[in-house]
């Protein structure tokens, strides 16, 4: 009985991914087009300090919108990612500067940070029965206050290990190592969606919960593996933004969830669950920061950016809607 059920839900899970294939074409061609037009509208857009100033930005809300991805095709949300990639960046700091710990293990101690949170936000919403909107929500203002008491409020600086700075900021070919790191995210995570027991069964819950659980899944250990693998995304990025800043700033954070859903919604991933693909999250991430780039060089107010970058969202959701109903 499982194997049919698992069959069906990768029979299903193909036919989602050719019927995205339009979307994913529309958002990449909105990607070229917004490029175009801000290149032509200011010539400082396409400058090649710009350029790498939006891949760093996309590297951080794009692995962000990874790990998001994965929980928001399980019908669920997670809005801690934003101070939870923040606690990760502070825990770092505490570990490397303050605990005089190697780098490595300053960053696995990061990362360990995230995974437990995401540990956490499944075990709370698979077990305790609690909606992940109200699970996540408290998880945001629980790992913005820890990170607030543990740092003192002040910035962690990482002035004793200069080679910190590095894991981001430096390159190969040109191009930022934080790039390079979130390309790897993309691809491995990629695998693990589309090749793996993981993948198949995240598709399933977010079909049918209730399916995949009558049909023998363990639906709430693979939930809690679902939101700890979001854990460990939003650690590694704490750790990227970190390294990029060279120091962990515990008052940023919040806000970063909204674009990281942003992207995984325009780039084609069903808020109602059981659909989406990390390519296509992928495209998201760069219309995002190409946006937010775009706008700023323009010099339009920051409250404006919010208005287009909220309505971008809104078409988006109101186009998957319409996209279901045929």
Do not use: H
Request: net charge positive.
């Amino acid at each position: 009985m499982q194997n049919k059920v698992t069959c069906s839900s990768v029979i299903q899970k193909k036919t989602l991914l050719q019927s995205d294939t339009t979307q994913k074409l529309l958002a990449f061609g909105s990607l070229i087009i917004m490029f175009i037009v801000f290149s032509l509208a200011s010539p400082n857009f396409a400058k090649f300090d710009n350029i790498v100033g939006i891949l760093l930005a996309t590297a951080v809300n794009g692995v962000l919108a990874v790990g998001v991805t994965l929980v928001i095709i399980t019908s669920g949300i997670d809005l801690s990612i934003g101070t939870g990639m923040t606690f990760a960046s502070v825990m770092t700091g505490v570990f490397i500067t303050y605990c005089k710990l190697p780098i490595i293990i300053g960053v696995l101690g990061g990362i360990a940070a995230g995974a437990l949170c995401g540990f956490i936000n499944g075990t709370i919403i698979s077990r305790m029965k609690i909606p992940p909107f109200i699970a996540t929500l408290g998880m945001m203002m629980a790992t913005k206050g820890m990170s607030l008491v543990i740092s003192g409020a002040k910035p962690i600086y990482f002035t004793d290990a200069p080679a910190f700075n590095k894991i981001a900021m430096g390159s190969i070919a040109s191009i930022p190592n934080a790039v390079l790191i979130f390309f790897g995210v993309a691809i491995v995570v990629n695998f693990i969606l589309t090749r793996t027991v993981l993948g198949r069964y995240t598709f399933a819950m977010g079909s049918n919960e209730e399916a995949a659980r009558l049909s023998g899944i363990n639906v709430a250990g693979w939930k809690i593996a679902v939101y700890t693998m979001c854990g460990i995304l939003f650690g590694l990025a704490g750790v990227l933004m970190a390294s990029r800043l060279n120091s962990a700033q515990p008052a940023l954070g919040q806000g970063y969830e909204m674009d990281a859903i942003a992207a995984a919604v325009i780039g084609g991933t069903s808020l109602s669950g059981g659909e989406g693909t990390i390519l296509g999250t992928v495209i998201g991430a760069f219309i995002m920061s190409v946006l937010t780039n775009g706008l700023r060089i323009l010099s339009v107010p920051q409250e404006w950016q919010m208005v287009v970058t909220g309505s971008i969202v809104v078409l988006a959701v109101y186009m998957d809607i319409l996209r279901r109903k045929k």
